[in-house]
């Protein structure tokens, strides 16, 4: 297989492409049904949040006044453990103050990103902050981080695909995948 050298393969798909587009579809929903008739700047954190976010915001109706950004932090690099460090590397664009926000998030796992980019985004004075997370992995929590939208809570086994990955492979793939050592 192509994806071989990196020292994990794919192993089974936790989660297919075909569940995941359903709750896509019913967080989208929720969303618009809060903000209908308002401004909100969706943010999606670079890159592991790219695909979900694109897919969810094209879910929601033309009632809400959807603008999108991105913001970049530092992740963990070519290992699966978390440093707990956490840099912007690639700022909004738009200015947060008085303004909703969902910041998007591929996943949460110690909690640790997710705790750093609320106390960041807070302190900027937006109208309303809240957090919209595809995938929450519990057994790794180190913090306790609010939510707001979740996809999926899922056991502690380290995934890849739509949006995910491992050394910058396997976000393409429609389905969610654990991977596991090659040997
Ligand atoms: P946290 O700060 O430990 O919550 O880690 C958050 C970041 O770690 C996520 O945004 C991902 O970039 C990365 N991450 C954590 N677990 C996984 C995983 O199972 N697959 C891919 N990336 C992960």
């Known amino acids: 297989m192509i994806a071989e050298g990196c020292g994990y393969k794919l192993d089974n798909i936790m989660l297919s492409g075909g569940v995941i587009q359903r709750r ?3 967080l989208a929903a929720e969303i618009e049904a809060e903000y ?4 909100v700047i969706v943010t999606g954190v670079l890159k592991g949040a790219a695909i979900f976010m694109s897919d969810l915001v094209r ?9 999108m950004d991105f913001i970049a932090v530092s ?6 453990a978390s440093s707990g460090a956490v840099k912007i590397v690639k700022d909004m664009d738009t200015y947060a103050e008085d303004k ?3 910041l998007v998030e591929d996943i949460v ?8 980019l609320r106390d960041m985004f807070t302190a900027r004075g937006p109208g309303s902050f809240k957090t919209c997370v595809l995938l929450e ?3 790794r929590k180190k913090v306790d981080t609010v939510i707001d939208y979740k996809g999926f809570t899922i056991e502690d086994v380290f995934v890849v695909g739509y949006g995910l990955d491992y050394a910058g492979r396997w976000r393409h793939l429609p389905d969610i995948w654990g991977v596991v050592p090659e040997k």
């Open 36 to 39: 209908r008739g308002r401004e």
């Open 24 to 26: 896509v579809s019913e």
């Open 109 to 116: 796992d110690t909690g640790l990103t997710l705790a750093y």
């Open 75 to 80: 992740s963990y690099g070519n290992s699966s």
């Open 100 to 102: 909703n926000v969902i």
């Open 59 to 67: 879910r929601v109706g033309p009632s809400v006044d959807i603008r």
């Open 137 to 139: 992995k519990p057994a």
